[in-house]
């Protein structure tokens, strides 16, 4: 799906579900508990800041998070359940925007072009310019960086 489409079924998700919210892991959340367990937490924190709370959870993959509420885990669920795809959109939408703002605060890293994924021109910049608070420690090349230190 094109950035553009899915700016405009950000708002329309935003105006139209009768609940939402996005929720994150920090930095250091993910390096200490790792990426799948700090996902989970963000999404139990997204589940418990609900304004309405669900009766029923769906979830994209096979792992739940800790919930005071039944929920089910369904394996390729954004593509199978309209709830979960808004949700996925929701996610994506909000951290390509949190990497265009990190671009403008880190100008020498192009965060809004590779919206910090693994690539080729990322891992050029980590090496040129040096690791940030923002970077994970346990990233496998920014963890062997260090170890070289």
């Known amino acids: ?73 369904i394996i390729k669920g954004d593509s199978k359940v309209q709830a979960i795809s808004a949700a996925s959109i929701l996610a994506k939408v909000e951290r390509d925007r949190l990497m265009v703002n990190l671009d403008k605060e880190y100008p020498h890293f192009t965060f809004g072009q590779h919206k910090g994924y693994g690539t080729k021109q990322h891992l050029y910049e980590i090496e040129k310019f040096g690791i940030l608070p923002i970077h994970r420690k346990s990233f496998k090349p920014i963890k062997t960086m260090l170890a070289n230190l």
């Open 1 to 73: 799906m094109s950035e553009r489409k899915r700016d405009i079924l950000f708002q329309e998700i935003k105006k139209n579900a009768l609940s939402w919210c996005i929720a994150f892991a920090t930095v250091e959340e993910i390096d200490e508990l790792n990426i799948l367990q700090a996902t989970l937490l963000a999404m139990q924190r997204a589940v418990n800041e609900l304004a309405i709370q669900p009766d029923h959870v769906l979830v994209d993959g096979n792992q739940l998070p800790k919930l005071l509420i039944p929920a089910q885990a």
